[in-house]
């Protein structure tokens, strides 16, 4: 193939905007060292990888993931969850810091599931329109 065309590898690639990131990421690749999987005849970066895309001897679906995992910056993992801290009833001293035991009516807090939170935020009315905002 003398010329690579976007034709050529449009139907590769469905979008040409996908193929412009593919082809991009490969040529950085090739750039880096990687092994290209045809002859190069004197050829630019971009041009192998474009011409390696319109001959199909890289899988586009194996391109994406593979620039998708290289722009990732944190990678999830599952991982059990840790037990929940143990918890103390009482309130803590503002002087000292120590844990007052038996002190619930000084420092109380309520805690609400999701569905009563949805539940209060859809019985919310809105304000009444004025003219003075």
């Not at 065309?5 to 690749?29: G, I, M, P, W, Y």
Request: net charge negative.
């Amino acid at each position: 193939m003398a010329r690579v065309t976007v034709e050529d590898c449009v139907d590769k690639v469905d979008n040409r905007f996908e193929l412009v990131l593919l082809a991009s990421h490969r040529a950085r690749q090739i750039s880096q060292g990687g092994q290209i999987t045809i002859d190069r005849d004197n050829d630019k970066n971009p041009v192998v990888a474009l011409r390696e895309i319109a001959d199909e001897t890289l899988s586009p679906g194996d391109l994406k993931e593979d620039l998708i995992h290289s722009l990732q910056k944190h990678v999830e993992i599952d991982e059990p969850e840790a037990p929940a801290p143990l918890q103390i009833s009482g309130a803590l001293d503002d002087l000292t810091g120590e844990v007052i035991v038996g002190a619930e009516d000084i420092a109380t807090f309520d805690s609400m599931s999701e569905e009563d939170l949805l539940a209060g935020i859809e019985g919310l009315v809105a304000p009444e329109k004025s003219d003075d905002y």
